[in-house]
């Protein structure tokens, strides 16, 4: 098997139902099953504000519940390990350099970057033009990929 480059997944709307439901129980999963590569950082990002203790144990009850006693202690332990947050407030117009500080400065965060969009359709725009306008989706010492989690366009079939 191809071994993966390191790589951090930055995902908007880490709070949001999207994440709490599918992403962050996905993740889990492949944790669980050893899947995920070893050098995966997790970035999840989101308007409200969270200390890294607050955001591990948001994602723990969300995992805890999910799983009850059966919970596998050991992957819980090595996923939060993986875990990071920074809060992106609307109207927060220093959010998206502090963001790009921490993806290319900080050396605990690999240089290949996913952004995956677990937001509204109407959302993905804005961020994408505050992703390049800071300069995070340039290629400089890694790749960088943007990921679109919803379906675009309308059923014209229900609207009617």
């Known amino acids: 098997m191809k071994t993966l480059d390191p790589c951090t997944l930055t995902f908007?709307?880490?709070?949001?139902?999207?994440?709490?439901?599918?992403?962050i129980p996905a993740l889990f999963h492949l944790e669980m099953a050893r899947h995920l590569p070893d050098h995966l950082v997790i970035l999840g990002c989101d308007i409200s504000h969270?200390?890294?203790?607050?955001?591990?144990?948001?994602?723990?009850?969300i995992l805890r519940e999910l799983h009850g006693?059966?919970?596998d202690e050991v992957?819980?332990?090595?996923?939060?390990?993986?875990?990071?947050?920074?809060a992106i407030p609307p109207g927060d117009d220093e959010a998206y350099a502090r963001l790009q500080k921490l993806l290319d400065h900080d050396p605990n965060f690999p240089p290949n970057v996913m952004y995956?969009?677990?937001?509204?359709?109407?959302?993905?725009?804005g961020i994408v033009d505050k992703l390049g306008a800071v300069g995070?989706?340039?290629?400089?010492?890694?790749?960088?990929?943007?990921?679109?989690?919803?379906?675009?366009g309308y059923d014209l079939l229900s609207a009617q």
């Open 116 to 125: 995956y969009m677990a937001v509204r359709p109407a959302d993905y725009h």
């Open 136 to 152: 995070l989706l340039q290629q400089k010492s890694g790749w960088r990929r943007v990921v679109i989690e919803k379906p675009f």
């Open 75 to 86: 992957a819980l332990q090595r996923f939060c390990a993986r875990l990071h947050y920074l």
């Open 12 to 23: 908007f709307c880490a709070c949001g139902n999207l994440s709490r439901r599918k992403l």
């Open 50 to 61: 969270y200390e890294p203790e607050r955001w591990l144990g948001f994602v723990s009850d």
């Open 69 to 71: 006693a059966k919970i």
